[in-house]
């Protein structure tokens, strides 16, 4: 019985003239098919080898169902690993959704570059080899003021730089209460330790005074470093120093003062009520000799790290052999470079960089696009809308205290939970990401397009039909 059963099996053959196949196959490459052609038999095989006498005569081979299935999970293998989301978590610099979007003109001058050849280290005036970092040196100075500026790969590669550059070998003092760790794999006393640098701990968690810091300088100390406690804060009984008053010591000192800002926003985001993050200028003002800061956190753009400082420390970097480790590519450049300009046009900026628009947002605009995002939803059969106030954050480990005020919208379908719905949204071919709280669905406009609504519309109908 079983014998008859795999006999009638289809040959990898029979399945590659289907003309379902055959249409696959003009469009992506054999290989995905072969590959789950085979897979799709061996479990026939799996299954009719598990049959027993229960089920053995209601077992079928269905010739039209494993092509459809075939045809189906080739089509899943021939989509890029790496795919679009849409994002409605309301969650703005979201790390496990790519952090910072782009601007689309940013995009475009970054794609004329990169499908051409371009001047990355040609100095066009001498016709002889230039720096990748000349090119942006003169932006960035004059947005932050800062003597000079160097850029790598991220903002742990910046600080590992600078530390590496400046200290080696020697103490780095910080405050205790400054030890930070971002996201898992960066640690600052790990990040002191892969530096050769050795770590002078100072103060207590929730207090840090000056003369700590005055205490624990010795001829040994290269530096004294300030990190921004960008995902976390220290409240209640505490005292911590301003970069200023440890300039002042600093400079007494003879010892370079550096801050990790973390976020780095290069405009005052206090005029939208989200205080609390300094800007790069605040640290270099108030005395910072050397600023580093991430590019896709609160300046909207691409991954990389930002250094600003005195042109001497910087030199110092650029000829380290780990600036070569750390280089950054001409498309992250190119994106930067157009991110940076459009910082010279404050209004057009808060338009155009998606990060700060998506976070600057109003609530009566909030409020509207929700209303339009329901009466799109409730087209659909079946489903209950309702719009909801909402708080929600920034992200990146940015500003964990900030509450952005908005609305949400509150999604349910009779006969399906909610815990059914997020999943099959998330797996729609168009992963869509929404959050459960206090066990209702919801979503966020903040982070969605508008174009994002209909695709929303088509993935609930599918999944409720
Ligand atoms: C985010 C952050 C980092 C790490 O920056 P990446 O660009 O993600 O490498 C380091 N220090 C601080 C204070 C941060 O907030």
Redesign the pocket.
């Known amino acids: 019985m079983k014998n008859k059963l795999f006999r009638m099996i289809p040959k990898i053959d029979e399945i590659l003239n289907d003309a379902r196949v055959i249409k696959y196959l003009e469009e992506y490459p054999r290989v995905y098919l072969i590959n789950a052609s085979n897979e799709k038999l061996n479990s026939i095989r799996n299954q009719i080898r598990s049959l027993d006498d229960s089920n053995i005569l209601k077992f079928k081979v269905d010739f039209d169902e494993i092509v459809n299935e075939v045809v189906k999970n080739a089509t899943l293998k021939s989509q890029t690993k790496l795919r679009r989301v849409i994002n409605a978590t309301g969650v703005v610099i979201h790390t496990n959704m790519g952090r910072s979007l782009l601007s689309e003109k940013a995009l475009s001058n970054a794609l004329k570059l990169a499908s051409n050849y371009n001047n990355l280290e040609l100095n066009l005036e001498t016709g002889k080899r230039g720096s990748r970092y000349d090119h942006l040196e003169e932006l960035i100075t004059m947005i932050t003021g800062a003597e000079a500026c160097h850029i790598v790969n991220?903002?742990?590669a910046a600080?590992m730089l600078v530390l590496a550059s400046m200290a080696s070998g020697k103490e780095v003092i910080v405050s205790r209460s400054e030890l930070?760790e971002?996201g898992g794999s960066?640690r600052v006393p790990d990040i002191m330790k892969l530096s050769s640098c050795n770590l002078v701990e100072v103060g207590c968690t929730n207090k840090t005074h000056l003369l700590d810091y005055q205490n624990a300088i010795s001829e040994e100390t290269a530096m004294i470093l300030k990190?921004?406690t960008?995902?976390y804060k220290i409240m209640g009984f505490t005292e911590s120093q301003s970069v200023g008053d440890l300039a002042i010591l600093a400079k007494a000192e003879n010892i370079p003062l550096v801050e990790?800002i973390?976020?780095g926003s290069l405009i005052d985001l206090s005029k939208f009520g989200i205080a609390g993050e300094p800007t790069v200028m605040d640290s270099l003002q108030a005395g910072a000799d050397v600023v580093t800061f991430?590019g896709d956190?609160l300046l909207g753009g691409p991954q990389c790290?930002i250094i600003v400082g005195k042109k001497e420390y910087i030199d110092k970097m650029k000829k380290h052999q780990l600036t070569r480790a750390f280089r950054v590519d001409k498309v992250i450049l190119s994106l930067l470079e157009t991110t940076l300009r459009e910082y010279l046009d404050e209004e057009k900026l808060l338009k155009n960089n998606p990060t700060l628009s998506m976070i600057t947002a109003d609530k009566v605009a909030l409020l509207n696009k929700t209303k339009a995002f329901k009466n799109v939803l409730d087209e659909i059969n079946g489903l209950n809308t309702e719009i909801v106030e909402a708080v929600s954050e920034v992200g990146g480990?940015s500003l964990p205290l900030t509450e952005l005020y908005g609305f949400n919208l509150v999604v349910s379908v009779d006969g399906i939970s909610n815990e059914k719905l997020k999943t099959a949204l998330r797996e729609y071919r168009i992963p869509i990401i929404a959050r459960i709280n206090d066990d209702k669905l919801l979503f966020d406009v903040r982070t969605l397009k508008v174009e994002e609504f209909d695709i929303i519309k088509t993935a609930l109908k599918e999944i409720i039909a």
């Open positions: 991220n903002n742990a600080v930070v971002i960066f990190v921004h960008s995902n990790d973390g976020s991430s956190k790290g480990g």
